[in-house]
């Protein structure tokens, strides 16, 4: 199976808001998915209508090979283990006690809860009260309740969120070990680009409910090229001369961008100048990084 989730022309209004427009996810089996975007993007109500929490406007959603309706959602929910916002769990009890509670009520067997708790790295705390955890431990906890039954698809709501930086260290391993420990395809948003980053195989940008790009995370890098930019005493006479030579470049800022080019190519680039008596008085390769590429597609509403 190539996608383990697609969505086609997914919609949701709530009365004369649309909160997400014609979204066509494609999400890859066995990789880590960075559903990225703004707080109200559009992420948390994406990720409940895949989980059939909210029922869509319009559009389709297959999960699994397998169109989501309201007759085989709950077959196709048996193979999804998912944590949205925050866990839920009663504090007067142990983590194991929690996950038994757990397995009870979606009638799975008990002896999957070491296994969960090996995975998530509680085994030495499970006999804790879970009100004595931590906000990561927490966490932890309502991700070994989304890894019983051993899903094939892990879909996390800002696992992240709140969480120090030693414990967004925890998430962050855990997550990467997935896909290639136990065989899972995880979806996870954040409005973090540094976890994303960290973390994703393939990533998708969201904002104001319109997915703005798709695609593997390395091919994020590559729209991130780096260009070169040079200040003469005569930009307008430069900008001529190089034009004409069939160098395509722009002016902006009082510089003059170019694209990457090969060493040579500079050099000629300066001394063909210099043979014009255009003075070249600073010269600097710049290179957009994915803060810039990320805020440039989000319009600046976002969380770094």
């Not at 091919?219 to 307008?236: E, G, M, P, V, Y």
């Amino acid at each position: 199976m190539e996608y383990i989730i697609t969505t086609n022309s997914l919609c949701k209004t709530y009365s004369n808001t649309t909160s997400v427009k014609n979204l066509d996810l494609k999400i890859p089996s066995k990789a880590i998915y960075g559903f990225l975007g703004p707080n109200g993007a559009g992420k948390s109500t994406t990720l409940k209508m895949l989980l059939g929490l909210v029922k869509p406007s319009s559009g389709k959603i297959c999960i699994l090979g397998n169109e989501m309706n309201s007759k085989n959602r709950i077959s196709i929910l048996n193979k999804v283990g998912a944590l949205i916002e925050s866990p839920s769990y009663y504090a007067h009890l142990t983590g194991k006690e929690n996950l038994d509670i757990f397995c009870a009520l979606r009638r799975l067997n008990k002896s999957e809860i070491p296994r969960v708790l090996e995975i998530v790295r509680l085994e030495n705390q499970q006999n804790k009260k879970t009100g004595q955890y931590s906000l990561g431990m927490k966490q932890r906890l309502g991700i070994a309740c989304a890894l019983l039954g051993n899903p094939e698809l892990l879909i996390l709501d800002e696992p992240t969120n709140g969480l120090d930086p030693a414990g967004i260290q925890e998430i962050r391993e855990l997550v990467r070990s997935l896909p290639s420990q136990y065989g899972m395809t995880v979806l996870v948003s954040s409005h973090l680009l540094s976890e994303i980053e960290q973390m994703a195989t393939d990533v998708g940008i969201i904002n104001s409910g319109k997915l703005l790009f798709q695609d593997k995370l390395e091919i994020l890098h590559q729209k991130c090229k780096s260009h070169l930019r040079f200040r003469t005493l005569n930009n307008d006479s430069a900008l001529k001369l190089l034009n004409s030579k069939n160098i395509s470049c722009t002016l902006s800022d009082d510089f003059i961008l170019l694209p990457k080019l090969e060493d040579m190519k500079v050099a000629a680039c300066t001394a063909m100048l210099h043979e014009h008596k255009i003075p070249i008085v600073r010269i600097e390769e710049m290179q957009k990084n994915l803060e810039d590429f990320f805020l440039d597609l989000t319009g600046g509403a976002v969380s770094l």
